[in-house]
C-alpha cells in the first residue's frame, strides 16, 4: 500500500477526512418519535440493536487507536484515520443519547487490550496491514447497519442506520482507494 | 442457488459443500458479518469456530442474551440458514438485529461456517 504514490486518492482522502456528522442532529432524530410511539416491548428491541450498534462503535474507535498508536501510519494515512476515528465517536454519542432517550443503558466500552486481542492487532506489521484492517471492519459496519434496517420497529431508527452506513460506506471506500484496491464492479453490492 | 436448496432442506445432515461454494461464503463472511464476528475471537458477537454441532449460547464467556442461551437449539446448517434470514423469527428475544435476506449469501455462508473446526487455533 502506498498512499503517497497517487496524488488523486492523496486528495480524495484530504477531503474524505473534513466531512463529519452531526451526532446532534441523528440523536434528535432517533429520540423524536422513538419515546412516544413504541411500547416498552418493541422499544427494548430496539434499544437492544443500537446497542449492538455502539458495541460496534466502541470497537471501531478502539481500532483506530491501536492503528494510530502502532507508529505504523504515515501522514496522510494517520490524519484519515484520525478524522475517520472522530466519525465514530461522533456515531457512539448519537447513540449513546438515543439508547438514554429511550430509557436503555448503554453497553460500556472495553479496554483498550481486549479490542487488541479480539482484532489480532498483535499482527499488523504494516500501514497497508492496519488500512486493510480498517477497510474490513467499515465494510462489515456497513452491512451491518444495512442489516438491522428491517429489525426496527421505529422505521426511523432505519434512517439513522442507513445515515451510520453512509459513512461507513464512505471510509471504506477511502480506505479501499488508498490501498489500491479496485471498488465493486456491480451495483446493490452492499447490504441485502 | 443450489446451497439454498441443500441449506433449506438438510437440517441435520452436513452437506457436502463445493469448494467454490466455500470459498465465496468466506468473502461473504468477512463482508457481512466481519463487523461483528470473528472465526477465533469473541467481538461483538462470538467466535464463529467450530459452530456448526455447538449448541446455541455456549461459548464461554461471551454475554449472550437468555433466550438464545435458553433455546436448546443446536447449530446445523439448515438453522443457521433460519438464524441468518431473521434471527428474531427464530429465537424471539435474541439480540441479533441482523438480517441476510440474500438466499445465496446465506447459503455460501453456512457452507463456510461449516468447514470452521473448534480447533483452529
Known amino acids: 500500500m502506498n498512499v503517497h504514490a497517487a496524488p488523486t486518492r492523496r486528495l480524495f482522502l484530504s477531503r474524505s477526512g473534513q466531512l463529519t456528522l452531526s451526532a446532534a442532529a441523528i440523536g434528535l432524530m432517533a429520540g423524536s418519535s422513538s419515546a412516544s410511539a413504541q411500547s416498552s416491548m418493541t422499544m427494548e428491541a430496539d434499544v437492544g440493536i443500537l446497542n449492538v450498534a455502539l458495541g460496534l462503535e466502541h470497537e471501531a474507535i478502539n481500532a483506530y487507536q491501536l492503528g494510530a498508536g502502532s ?7 494517520l490524519d484519515v484515520a484520525i478524522a475517520f476515528q472522530s466519525h465514530h465517536k461522533s456515531h457512539r454519542d448519537a447513540l449513546i443519547a438515543t439508547i438514554r432517550t429511550m430509557g436503555g443503558k448503554p453497553v460500556a466500552e472495553r479496554s483498550l487490550d481486549e479490542y487488541a486481542r479480539s482484532l489480532n492487532a498483535a499482527t499488523l506489521m504494516s500501514q497497508a496491514d492496519v488500512l486493510t484492517l480498517a477497510a474490513k471492519l467499515e465494510l462489515g459496519a456497513t452491512n451491518a447497519y444495512l442489516g438491522v434496517i428491517p429489525s426496527f420497529k421505529d422505521s426511523k431508527l432505519g434512517q439513522v442506520a442507513a445515515r ?29 | 442457488m443450489r446451497l439454498v436448496v441443500l441449506a433449506a432442506g438438510c437440517a441435520a445432515v452436513s452437506p457436502a459443500w463445493a ?52 433455546s436448546g437449539l443446536t447449530w446445523d446448517a439448515g438453522l443457521l440458514d433460519r438464524w441468518l434470514a431473521n434471527p428474531e423469527a427464530l429465537v424471539p428475544g435474541q439480540r441479533m438485529g441482523y438480517q441476510l435476506t440474500d438466499a445465496q449469501a446465506r447459503a455460501e455462508i453456512v457452507a463456510y461456517l461449516s468447514t470452521l473446526t473448534a480447533e483452529r487455533k
Not at chain 1, 71 to 77: C, E, N, S
Not at chain 2, 39 to 56: E, L, Y
Request: charged share 20%; net charge positive; hydrophobic share 40%.
Open chain 1, 71 to 77: 507508529g505504523l501510519l504515515q501522514k496522510p494515512a
Open chain 1, 164 to 192: 451510520l452506513a453512509a459513512d461507513e460506506t464512505m471510509h471504506w471506500t477511502a480506505l479501499s482507494q488508498a490501498l489500491g484496491k479496485m471498488l465493486p464492479s456491480g451495483a446493490l453490492s452492499f447490504g441485502a
Open chain 2, 19 to 70: 469448494a467454490g461454494d466455500v470459498q465465496r461464503g468466506q468473502q461473504a463472511y468477512e463482508a457481512r458479518c466481519g463487523g461483528c464476528h470473528s472465526v477465533d475471537t469473541d467481538r461483538i458477537g462470538p467466535r464463529h469456530a467450530g459452530v456448526v454441532g455447538r449448541r446455541a449460547g455456549s461459548v464461554p464467556g461471551f454475554a449472550y442474551s437468555d433466550a438464545l442461551r435458553n
